[in-house]
């Protein structure tokens, strides 16, 4: 069956890097659409990056563009977020999720669009 873990998540300095891993079994990577999402306290989940099926072309939200690197290694089953120059805002659980290849691209970053979850991985940056 599906299933998603993630790991690497932790506590933090603002400015500092940390790399977030999604270990993915019973489907074929590049077949589909792999996200990387988040959720505060008290606020929505949101959408920070998608990695596209096929091409595995990358969209990123505004607020981290410059920031966060989505990345896969197919042979591997594993999807990578490398999240560098970290703020307290980007103080969140991080689930990776995936969507059927058809979503189209203004739709990536919803997570209404995805129909599995990983159980996530708090990220928590503060001084």
């Known amino acids: 069956q599906v299933q998603l873990v993630e790991s690497g998540g932790g506590w933090v300095q603002p400015g500092g890097s940390l790399r977030l891993s999604c270990v993915t079994s019973?489907?074929?990577?590049?077949?589909?659409?792999i996200g990387w999402f988040r959720q505060a306290p008290g606020k929505e989940r949101e959408g920070v990056s998608c990695i596209r099926s096929g091409l595995g072309t990358t969209y990123y939200t505004d607020s981290v563009k410059g920031r966060f690197i989505a990345s896969r290694d197919n042979a591997k089953n594993t999807v990578y977020l490398q999240m560098n120059s970290l703020k307290p805002e980007d103080t969140a659980v991080y689930y990776c999720?995936?969507?059927?290849?058809?979503?189209?691209?203004?739709?990536?970053?919803?997570?209404?669009?995805?129909?599995?979850w990983g159980q996530g991985t708090q990220v928590t940056v503060s001084s």
């Open positions: 019973g489907f074929t990577l590049d077949y589909r659409n």
């Open positions: 999720a995936i969507a059927p290849a058809g979503v189209r691209v203004a739709r990536l970053l919803l997570p209404s669009e995805y129909n599995y």
